[in-house]
């Protein structure tokens, strides 16, 4: 709200305060308008800063602000000491590792399958090439070496398997809505327990830290592809024939394992001068857990 010096609401306070009465100088001089009159106690009354329960200023109150930092220090610290714990735990799970795990083409997968499925076929070599590129992976990923482990085909085993088992129950018609969760728990339930069984051939020999996480959870997937072949099998002939399949598959897997794990997983086992014996009883442990292990998940749908 302006005040005019000419309104006499305005004058007369100015009189009663002693103030004589003053015209407009703009109105005299013949200016057709004036300028708005500010009232300077409400322009000029600072802002008052707001006051805790004991009278003080809530900014300027040295032990609130020492407090805010001590707690944002402490929460500073637990944030880098769950970052330190995650990475420390989970620490096999990053981009790179997944990158390296996921990098294939179609000639590498069409080799892996052959050496699944066709060990007999040539000799394969079974030894990794190692990276001469330091600061790296130590060894060449999928893409460049045909004895690298990857999870792009253990995945698409798992997949499959789910889908052909669907097929499968839906020609017995016994499928339901829920076919499909129990076939890929069953499939993730295996994979899981011969992970378990590898891991424990490793503690077993003292090398429990031998294989990386992610490079045993690629070998102990593979079997799915023989899972995915025998059951086509015995949804499509049945009879002696799925016997047949079962197990030539098993060997198949027994091979491409107990070499694997010879080759390439047990060499720091040599290193500690493991017994040879022993050594040669968990391979052959690897070699039987195959049959079982491919018979169960074929017969589950």
Sequence with gaps: MSYNANNPPYQQQQQQHGFPAQQNSFQQSGFPFQPAQLDPRTVFTPQQPAVSSSGQPIGNDPF???AASMIQQQGSNYLERGQEFVKSRM???NSSSLHYHFNVDAEYVQNKLLMLLVPFLKRWTYTRTREQ???G??????????NAPDLYIPLMALCTYCILGSIAMISKARWTTDSMYALVSSGLSAWTAHLLVLKLVLWLLGVP?????LEAL????YPL???CINTVV???LGGWSYYAAWIYGSLCMATFIVRTMKRVLFREARQYSVDSSKHNYMLLGLAVFQFPYIAWLTVRP
């Design 209 to 213: 830290s031998a294989v990386p996480f």
């Design 137 to 146: 992976h130590p060894f060449k990923p999928p893409r460049q070496d045909v």
């Design 218 to 221: 690629c070998y102990t997937g």
């Design 64 to 66: 609130n602000n020492l």
């Design 225 to 227: 592809v023989s899972v």
């Design 133 to 135: 590129i330091a600061g």
């Design 234 to 236: 015995v949804t499509l």
């Design 91 to 93: 620490g096999f799970i």
